[in-house]
T-cell receptor, first 113, second 115 residues
Framework: KQEVTQIPAALSVPEGENLVLNCSFT??????LQWFRQDPGKGLTSLLL?????REQTSGRLNASLDKSSGRSTLYIAASQPGDSATYLC????????????FGQGTRLTINP | NAGVMQNPRHLVRRRGQEARLRCSPM?????VYWYRQLPEEGLKFMVY????????ESGMPKERFSAEFPKEGPSILRIQQVVRGDSAAYFC?????????????FGEGSRLTVL
Protein backbone atom coordinates (compact mmCIF):
# COMPACT_ATOMS: atom_id res chain seq x y z
CA LYS A 1 0.00 0.00 0.00
CA GLN A 2 1.42 3.35 -1.06
CA GLU A 3 2.18 5.80 1.73
CA VAL A 4 3.29 9.38 1.20
CA THR A 5 5.09 11.37 3.88
CA GLN A 6 5.91 15.04 3.88
CA ILE A 7 8.54 16.60 6.08
CA PRO A 8 8.44 19.00 7.78
CA ALA A 9 4.80 19.29 8.77
CA ALA A 10 5.23 23.03 9.21
CA LEU A 11 7.92 25.51 8.23
CA SER A 12 8.32 29.20 8.94
CA VAL A 13 11.02 31.24 7.21
CA PRO A 14 11.75 34.91 6.58
CA GLU A 15 10.95 36.42 3.22
CA GLY A 16 13.59 36.05 0.54
CA GLU A 17 14.96 32.69 1.64
CA ASN A 18 15.25 29.70 -0.63
CA LEU A 19 13.62 26.61 0.82
CA VAL A 20 13.06 22.92 0.17
CA LEU A 21 10.01 20.83 0.94
CA ASN A 22 10.35 17.08 1.05
CA CYS A 23 8.07 14.27 -0.03
CA SER A 24 8.77 10.55 0.22
CA PHE A 25 6.74 7.58 -0.98
CA THR A 26 7.04 3.89 -0.19
CA UNK A 27 6.15 2.29 -3.55
CA UNK A 28 8.39 3.40 -6.41
CA UNK A 29 6.03 1.97 -9.04
CA UNK A 30 4.43 5.30 -9.89
CA UNK A 31 3.19 6.96 -13.04
CA UNK A 32 3.68 10.49 -11.87
CA LEU A 33 3.96 12.83 -8.90
CA GLN A 34 2.12 16.10 -8.56
CA TRP A 35 2.71 19.07 -6.25
CA PHE A 36 -0.23 21.23 -5.17
CA ARG A 37 -0.73 24.23 -2.97
CA GLN A 38 -3.81 24.70 -0.82
CA ASP A 39 -4.76 28.02 0.71
CA PRO A 40 -6.93 27.99 3.87
CA GLY A 41 -10.52 27.17 3.03
CA LYS A 42 -9.71 26.85 -0.65
CA GLY A 43 -9.20 24.15 -3.22
CA LEU A 44 -5.97 22.72 -4.56
CA THR A 45 -3.91 24.50 -7.17
CA SER A 46 -1.70 22.30 -9.30
CA LEU A 47 1.90 23.51 -9.28
CA LEU A 48 3.96 20.90 -11.07
CA LEU A 49 3.45 17.44 -12.55
CA UNK A 50 6.44 15.15 -12.96
CA UNK A 51 6.05 12.00 -15.01
CA UNK A 52 7.94 8.94 -13.78
CA UNK A 53 10.40 9.19 -16.69
CA UNK A 54 11.32 12.77 -15.77
CA ARG A 55 13.83 13.97 -13.21
CA GLU A 56 12.55 17.48 -12.65
CA GLN A 57 10.11 20.18 -13.67
CA THR A 58 10.37 23.93 -13.33
CA SER A 59 7.79 26.69 -13.23
CA GLY A 60 8.93 30.19 -12.36
CA ARG A 61 10.50 30.16 -8.89
CA LEU A 62 9.47 26.55 -8.33
CA ASN A 63 11.52 23.48 -9.15
CA ALA A 64 10.44 19.96 -8.37
CA SER A 65 12.72 16.96 -8.59
CA LEU A 66 11.90 13.27 -8.61
CA ASP A 67 14.11 10.35 -7.64
CA LYS A 68 11.81 7.42 -8.24
CA SER A 69 14.26 4.72 -7.18
CA SER A 70 14.70 6.22 -3.73
CA GLY A 71 11.06 7.26 -3.43
CA ARG A 72 11.72 10.96 -2.99
CA SER A 73 10.68 14.28 -4.41
CA THR A 74 11.62 17.79 -3.40
CA LEU A 75 9.97 21.10 -4.11
CA TYR A 76 12.41 23.98 -4.20
CA ILE A 77 11.04 27.50 -3.81
CA ALA A 78 13.45 30.30 -4.67
CA ALA A 79 13.32 33.79 -3.19
CA SER A 80 10.26 33.08 -1.08
CA GLN A 81 7.50 35.69 -0.76
CA PRO A 82 4.68 36.15 1.77
CA GLY A 83 2.25 35.13 -0.98
CA ASP A 84 3.86 31.70 -0.99
CA SER A 85 2.36 31.02 2.44
CA ALA A 86 0.06 28.00 2.05
CA THR A 87 -0.03 24.26 2.60
CA TYR A 88 1.92 22.32 0.01
CA LEU A 89 0.79 18.83 -0.84
CA CYS A 90 2.45 16.13 -2.88
CA UNK A 91 0.52 13.26 -4.40
CA UNK A 92 1.53 10.18 -6.37
CA UNK A 93 -0.30 8.18 -8.98
CA UNK A 94 0.66 4.54 -8.55
CA UNK A 95 0.70 1.86 -11.21
CA UNK A 96 -1.52 -0.31 -9.03
CA UNK A 97 -4.23 2.32 -8.95
CA UNK A 98 -3.51 5.20 -11.25
CA UNK A 99 -6.84 6.87 -10.68
CA UNK A 100 -6.27 7.17 -6.97
CA UNK A 101 -3.86 9.91 -6.14
CA UNK A 102 -2.29 9.19 -2.76
CA PHE A 103 -1.64 12.40 -0.87
CA GLY A 104 0.79 13.33 1.84
CA GLN A 105 -0.38 15.25 4.89
CA GLY A 106 1.18 18.44 3.58
CA THR A 107 3.71 21.01 4.74
CA ARG A 108 2.23 24.22 6.13
CA LEU A 109 4.53 27.00 4.96
CA THR A 110 4.62 30.49 6.45
CA ILE A 111 6.77 33.21 4.91
CA ASN A 112 7.34 36.08 7.32
CA PRO A 113 7.70 39.59 5.86
CA ASN B 1 -11.66 28.51 -19.68
CA ALA B 2 -13.46 28.01 -16.39
CA GLY B 3 -11.94 25.63 -13.92
CA VAL B 4 -13.65 22.83 -12.06
CA MET B 5 -16.85 24.23 -10.58
CA GLN B 6 -18.34 22.86 -7.41
CA ASN B 7 -21.53 23.81 -5.64
CA PRO B 8 -22.62 24.46 -3.09
CA ARG B 9 -19.44 25.77 -1.51
CA HIS B 10 -20.91 25.35 1.94
CA LEU B 11 -23.74 23.07 3.00
CA VAL B 12 -25.26 22.56 6.43
CA ARG B 13 -27.41 19.53 7.09
CA ARG B 14 -28.98 17.98 10.16
CA ARG B 15 -28.37 14.35 10.96
CA GLY B 16 -30.53 12.10 8.81
CA GLN B 17 -30.90 14.55 5.91
CA GLU B 18 -29.49 14.13 2.44
CA ALA B 19 -26.58 16.07 0.95
CA ARG B 20 -26.05 16.53 -2.79
CA LEU B 21 -22.79 17.95 -4.04
CA ARG B 22 -22.32 18.95 -7.66
CA CYS B 23 -19.25 19.14 -9.83
CA SER B 24 -18.83 20.45 -13.35
CA PRO B 25 -15.43 19.42 -14.77
CA MET B 26 -13.25 21.63 -16.86
CA UNK B 27 -14.39 21.98 -20.45
CA UNK B 28 -13.42 18.93 -22.47
CA UNK B 29 -12.54 16.81 -19.43
CA UNK B 30 -14.32 13.48 -19.25
CA UNK B 31 -12.54 12.06 -16.19
CA VAL B 32 -13.95 13.07 -12.80
CA TYR B 33 -12.74 12.20 -9.32
CA TRP B 34 -14.08 12.86 -5.85
CA TYR B 35 -11.85 13.21 -2.79
CA ARG B 36 -12.70 13.82 0.84
CA GLN B 37 -10.66 15.82 3.34
CA LEU B 38 -11.64 15.16 6.92
CA PRO B 39 -10.62 17.71 9.56
CA GLU B 40 -6.90 17.47 10.29
CA GLU B 41 -6.49 14.64 7.77
CA GLY B 42 -5.16 14.37 4.26
CA LEU B 43 -7.19 14.01 1.11
CA LYS B 44 -8.52 10.54 0.45
CA PHE B 45 -9.74 9.18 -2.87
CA MET B 46 -13.42 8.26 -3.02
CA VAL B 47 -14.49 7.55 -6.59
CA TYR B 48 -13.44 7.88 -10.23
CA UNK B 49 -16.04 8.30 -12.97
CA UNK B 50 -16.23 8.80 -16.69
CA UNK B 51 -19.39 9.82 -18.49
CA UNK B 52 -22.19 7.49 -17.38
CA UNK B 53 -19.73 5.03 -15.82
CA UNK B 54 -18.29 4.45 -12.37
CA UNK B 55 -14.78 3.20 -12.98
CA UNK B 56 -13.47 2.85 -9.43
CA GLU B 57 -15.47 3.40 -6.25
CA SER B 58 -13.11 1.60 -3.92
CA GLY B 59 -12.79 4.64 -1.67
CA MET B 60 -16.49 5.16 -1.17
CA PRO B 61 -18.13 4.08 2.08
CA LYS B 62 -20.27 1.05 1.36
CA GLU B 63 -23.48 2.60 2.60
CA ARG B 64 -25.21 5.96 2.17
CA PHE B 65 -22.76 7.30 -0.43
CA SER B 66 -23.29 7.24 -4.18
CA ALA B 67 -21.91 9.09 -7.18
CA GLU B 68 -22.92 9.59 -10.77
CA PHE B 69 -21.72 11.41 -13.85
CA PRO B 70 -24.59 11.49 -16.32
CA LYS B 71 -24.29 12.03 -20.04
CA GLU B 72 -25.60 15.55 -19.59
CA GLY B 73 -24.99 17.70 -16.56
CA PRO B 74 -22.63 17.72 -13.62
CA SER B 75 -21.30 14.87 -11.55
CA ILE B 76 -23.24 14.38 -8.32
CA LEU B 77 -21.98 13.02 -5.01
CA ARG B 78 -24.94 12.05 -2.88
CA ILE B 79 -24.83 11.30 0.83
CA GLN B 80 -27.99 9.91 2.35
CA GLN B 81 -28.89 10.06 6.05
CA VAL B 82 -25.86 12.15 6.92
CA VAL B 83 -24.07 11.69 10.24
CA ARG B 84 -21.68 14.01 12.07
CA GLY B 85 -18.71 12.01 10.82
CA ASP B 86 -19.58 13.03 7.26
CA SER B 87 -18.59 16.62 8.05
CA ALA B 88 -15.67 17.29 5.74
CA ALA B 89 -14.54 19.11 2.63
CA TYR B 90 -15.41 17.23 -0.54
CA PHE B 91 -13.24 18.02 -3.54
CA CYS B 92 -13.91 17.21 -7.14
CA UNK B 93 -11.15 16.99 -9.71
CA UNK B 94 -11.07 16.43 -13.44
CA UNK B 95 -8.50 15.48 -16.03
CA UNK B 96 -8.35 15.61 -19.80
CA UNK B 97 -6.59 12.30 -20.26
CA UNK B 98 -6.36 8.99 -18.48
CA UNK B 99 -5.35 9.04 -14.82
CA UNK B 100 -1.86 7.71 -15.39
CA UNK B 101 -0.92 10.61 -17.65
CA UNK B 102 -3.31 13.40 -16.90
CA UNK B 103 -2.76 16.32 -14.62
CA UNK B 104 -5.62 16.67 -12.15
CA UNK B 105 -7.33 19.99 -11.64
CA PHE B 106 -9.31 20.48 -8.45
CA GLY B 107 -12.33 22.56 -7.62
CA GLU B 108 -12.68 24.84 -4.59
CA GLY B 109 -14.47 22.12 -2.64
CA SER B 110 -17.83 21.75 -0.94
CA ARG B 111 -17.71 21.99 2.82
CA LEU B 112 -20.35 19.90 4.50
CA THR B 113 -21.27 20.50 8.12
CA VAL B 114 -23.61 18.06 9.81
CA LEU B 115 -25.33 19.36 12.94
Amino acid sequence: KQEVTQIPAALSVPEGENLVLNCSFTDSAIYNLQWFRQDPGKGLTSLLLIQSSQREQTSGRLNASLDKSSGRSTLYIAASQPGDSATYLCAVSTIQGAQKLVFGQGTRLTINP
Amino acid sequence: NAGVMQNPRHLVRRRGQEARLRCSPMKGHSHVYWYRQLPEEGLKFMVYLQKENIIDESGMPKERFSAEFPKEGPSILRIQQVVRGDSAAYFCASSLTAPNTGELFFGEGSRLTVL
